[in-house]
């Protein structure tokens, strides 16, 4: 290890070294708040020195990771992801007696390792960089002791982890019998001349898409997500929704960094992927009464997206991926924050009668719901719209035309139920009419709420910003 390699890792080494002494000052003495407030310190100080610190251009460590401005992008958003999730989770972790030392520590480790499968260069840098933070989510999501949701949760999840690394690790080893390398920008090209390993190169990459599938929970390997999102802690959920399937995403744009799909095996599968996650997700989350539920369906529509996107390649289609990462993730986290926020101390608010009146009672987290809601939905002047126009605009530019139309018309049937939600907030009320009320929000859960609502309609009126910094990044 050189001294440049060990530079460009302070950030995921400061995640890392902190999680470690949280664990040791949890097992000592420290307080729950004491522990969560070092935590969000801790995450900010990672996305703070990714911002300032520049390694230089193309540095590659240990021949895994690539240290550059796109890694140092997605260091500073799943930071900053990480510390609004232990934010979100001050209240809510205390009612439920979590260990503050425990819980801040895993969110940090899974925080490193999104950074590093956000900054692979190889597969075995991306098999490392998944299974860090999958190994974490095993415990996070059944980390409340006392829900029996949480805990069938935390064992499908498991289980299905199971299966997607052992189709991951097959399906690198096939890739590596067949080209001899683990490096991406030698083994993302399915070889023309060698026609005898062309079936075992094959296999290979359907078995290593197989795994990702499961992992950012395209449709057929979706079938855990609505059971693991609706026993999942609601703060858990957000960084399960928007970290762990943003850094695979991330990971797929730098292996397909230069590569041609157009006529290749793989895009005809990407394609199916992609029409099968929009469809099958629009149709399910129409029949969702939980809002966590209709989340885990409408996160499925939203990785058919980035599929598109990533089926349009080039500069265009990676940088519509970015930017739709950012949005969705803003509007995403918001939303979990909202159902975090409205949850009492010794329940959860889940379905929607949880949201009656909340328009009157809670008029700030119904304002962020309305706002997140509209975001995912796609509707301006919010940063999902513009994060959808970009993703089609690419696919249409890239000669995908049909499936952005289904994209724009599962987007459309989207609206149904995005609002749904809205109008329970608003056009419902508790008996004897609404009364307006202080909102319950502790000071953190407001400030999670504000960053969410601020960062959503500032990108979507002002994005250029945001598309100029994308276009510096991109690899």
């Known amino acids: 290890m050189t001294l440049t390699e060990l530079h460009a890792l302070v950030p995921v080494l400061l995640l890392a070294a ?22 969000v ?22 021949g895994l990771f690539t240290f550059d401005r796109y890694s140092r992008f997605f260091a500073i958003l799943w930071s900053a992801a990480a510390a609004l999730t232990l934010l979100m989770s001050f209240r809510y972790g205390k009612y439920r007696s979590f260990m503050g030392g425990e819980y801040a520590a895993l969110i940090l480790f899974a925080a490193a390792g999104m950074i590093l499968l956000s900054s692979a260069s190889s597969f075995v840098g991306l098999f490392l960089g998944l299974e860090t933070f999958t190994l974490v989510f095993y415990i996070l999501i059944a980390f409340h002791k006392g829900s029996s949701l949480g805990a069938e949760a935390g064992l499908k999840y498991l289980i299905m982890g199971g299966v997607a690394t052992g189709l991951l690790a097959m399906g690198i080893a096939l890739i590596y019998a ?5 490096h991406f920008d030698q083994a993302a090209f399915i070889p023309s001349g060698d026609q005898a390993l062309r079936p075992l190169l094959l296999a290979g990459w359907a078995l290593l898409l197989g795994g990702l599938g499961f992992k950012t929970s395209l449709v057929p390997f ?33 292996l ?36 966590k539920r209709m989340l885990a369906y409408s996160s499925i529509v939203h990785m058919g997206y980035l599929l598109l996107a990533l089926l349009a390649a080039g500069s265009t289609g990676s940088g519509a991926i970015l930017f739709y990462l950012v949005a969705y993730s803003g509007a995403t986290l918001g939303a979990f924050a909202v159902l975090t926020a409205l949850s009492p101390a010794t329940a959860e608010a889940g379905s929607y ?14 304002l962020v719901l309305l706002t997140c809601m509209l975001s995912l939905a796609g509707i301006p002047p919010t940063a999902g719209f513009m994060g959808k126009f970009s993703i089609f605009y690419a696919a249409i530019e890239g000669g995908y035309t049909g499936l952005a139309l289904i994209g724009i018309l599962s987007s459309l049937i989207s609206l149904a139920y995005y609002l749904r939600p809205v109008m329970v907030m608003y056009m419902t009320g508790p008996e004897g009419g609404p009364t307006p009320t202080k909102t319950p929000c502790s000071a953190a859960e407001k400030s999670v709420l504000i960053i969410c ?16 910094t994308i276009a510096l990044v991109l690899p």
Do not use: N
Not at 265 to 283: E, V
Not at 359 to 366: E, I, K, T
Not at 457 to 464: A, D, N, R
């Open 18 to 39: 902190g999680a470690v002494a949280l664990l040791l000052a949890g097992a000592w003495k420290a307080s729950y708040v004491t522990a969560m407030t070092y935590g």
């Open 41 to 62: 310190l801790i995450a900010l100080g990672g996305g703070v020195i990714a911002l300032f610190y520049d390694p230089g251009a193309g540095l590659v460590g240990f």
């Open 178 to 182: 067949a080209t001899g390398t683990f």
């Open 222 to 254: 979706h079938l855990w997500t609505p059971d693991v999102y609706e026993g999942a802690p609601p703060p858990v959920a957000a960084l399960l929704a928007t970290g762990s399937k943003g850094a695979v995403f991330a990971a797929l744009v730098l």
């Open 256 to 291: 397909f960094t230069g590569s041609d799909l157009t006529g290749s095996p793989l895009s005809s599968l990407l394609w199916m992927l992609s029409a099968l996650s929009m469809g099958a997700g629009t149709l399910c989350a129409l029949r969702q009464d939980s809002l």
């Open 353 to 366: 009668d949880h949201f009656r009146g909340a328009g009157y009672r809670q008029p700030l987290a119904a």
């Open 453 to 468: 609502l601020l960062a959503t309609l500032l990108l979507g009126v002002y994005p250029g910003p945001l598309f100029d």
